[in-house]
């Protein structure tokens, strides 16, 4: 039994993408601060092969185990059928919708010069589209809810990453979609806010299925009895708090979440500024650039490379 004390206590919450890692954790955490929580996932590979819902279906049979509630979902949510029929699930069966997760994603990690289009549209359509679609059937409902006069307390967490805000080597479909997210997060949260709704990403660094191999030695689990940094529960109390009514007034942010560290991450802003009052020459506008360029801050190195 669920303490009405807990910080999700009557919320509905979506989380796609939820059968494994991140997703799962997310979906797992919800439901013990006493969500109910719709499980998204396709049950695909690491690159978007194959398809079933048994992944989904584990984790509902898990949060049901603890005493949770919860029910599966297995659509495909860079569909517009699809997305529609999540929000639907979550009305269906628990009568409303408080929070959206958005996490669904895989990899297909090119160097540039070998990045297939194929491979490039699919990683754009799961990540970006799949954050799109959701976020746009979730927030109609909010915004019907809203002009009938039941502003909801509505929250929505997208998922980004280092490698979109910093770029990271042979992943330049995978940043794109994810600089992409941030993007999307922004927009959302100004275009929503006057409906209840508030809009949040988190750039998560964890061991998964899509990390475990491209950063093997980053994310090795330690050995026993010591903080298993790399852990996905370690990003999910971020998610819950942002996903919970007690995150009132926190919106268009964007968070780093890794092992015991939470960082506010602040993104383009203006630097150092010449103005000639004047159109520039070439070779003037190059001179200015080298002089703002060495008051500059240092950029961080990209993901890969370091």
């Known amino acids: 039994m669920t303490s009405p004390s807990a910080l999700c206590a009557g919320r509905v919450v979506v989380v796609t993408g939820a059968g494994r890692g991140l997703g799962r954790a997310h979906a797992l955490t919800f439901a013990a601060e006493g969500a109910k929580v719709v499980v998204n996932d396709l049950g695909v590979g690491l690159d978007g092969s194959g398809a079933g819902v048994g992944p989904a279906q584990q984790v509902v049979e898990e949060i049901r185990a603890a005493g949770g509630d919860a029910v599966a979902h297995g659509g495909d949510i860079a569909t517009s059928d699809g997305a529609a029929s999540l929000v639907a699930t979550a009305l269906d069966s628990f009568g409303r919708l408080d929070t959206l997760v958005n996490n669904a994603g895989f990899l297909r990690d090119r160097m540039l010069v070998n990045l297939d289009e194929d491979d490039w549209d699919a990683v754009m359509r799961v990540h970006l589209k799949g954050h799109f679609l959701p976020l746009k059937h979730a927030v109609a409902h909010w915004r019907a809810e809203a002009k009938a006069g039941r502003v909801p307390a509505a929250r929505v967490v997208n998922t980004a990453s280092g490698a979109g805000l910093l770029g990271s080597v042979g992943q330049g479909n995978y940043s794109a979609a994810k600089a ?109 650039a080298l002089k703002l360029l060495a008051d500059a801050e240092t950029p961080q190195p990209v993901y890969g490379a370091r």
Request: aromatic residues 6%; glycine residues 12%; proline residues 6%.
């Open 180 to 288: 992409g997210i941030v993007g999307l997060t922004l927009v959302a949260a100004a275009e929503m806010g006057r409906y209840g709704v508030q809009v949040n990403a988190i750039a998560p660094a964890a061991r998964t299925r899509m990390t475990e191999e491209t950063f093997a030695e980053t994310m090795a689990a330690p050995g026993e009895g010591a903080f298993d940094a790399m852990a996905p529960d370690n990003v999910s109390p971020l998610v819950v708090w942002l996903g919970s009514a007690a995150s009132a007034g926190v919106t268009g942010r964007v968070f780093e979440a890794e092992a015991g560290r939470i960082t506010v991450m602040e993104g383009w802003r203006p630097g150092p500024t010449a103005d000639k009052g004047a159109r520039w020459s070439p070779a003037e506008a190059g001179e200015a």
